[in-house]
């Protein structure tokens, strides 16, 4: 299963951005779907994650900026990123978990990741 993520860029500090990515590949089912980031110098963390019915989870650090999003027929997650602070800047990755068709073998795979710069 493959991810192609889009939608990194530059921007100010208060702007917007919103990032896309789409599964492809064998795909039975998906799960979860989150996005996770990497700044640098520092570990990856999760941003936010929302699972196949629709529930979500966000980092104490994007609540009420950072609204997580899915279409299930597109296998695509979305992430909308509101009121931009220099401390998001990082790459964001998205992640996948779920069922390979035919082999049913679960799989957990990672975009390429794209880079959000906020400049203050």
């Known amino acids: 299963v493959q991810l192609q993520a889009s939608g990194g860029g530059l921007v100010q500090a208060g702007g917007s951005l919103r990032l896309s990515c789409a599964a492809s590949?064998?795909?039975?089912?998906?799960?979860?779907m989150g996005w996770y980031r990497q700044a640098a110098g520092k570990q990856r963390e999760l941003v936010a994650v929302?699972?196949?019915?629709?529930?979500?989870n966000y980092a104490d650090s994007v609540k009420g900026r950072f609204v997580i999003s899915r279409d299930n027929a597109k296998n695509t997650v979305y992430l909308q990123m509101n009121s931009l602070k220099p401390e998001d800047t990082a790459v964001y990755y998205c992640?996948?978990?779920?069922?390979?068709?035919?082999?049913?073998?679960?799989?957990?795979?990672w975009g390429q990741g794209t880079e959000v710069t906020v400049s203050s």
């Open positions: 992640n996948t978990k779920g069922y390979e068709r035919g082999t049913f073998r679960r799989f957990d795979s």
């Open positions: 590949g064998s795909i039975l089912s998906i799960n979860d």
């Open positions: 929302i699972s196949s019915g629709g529930s979500t």
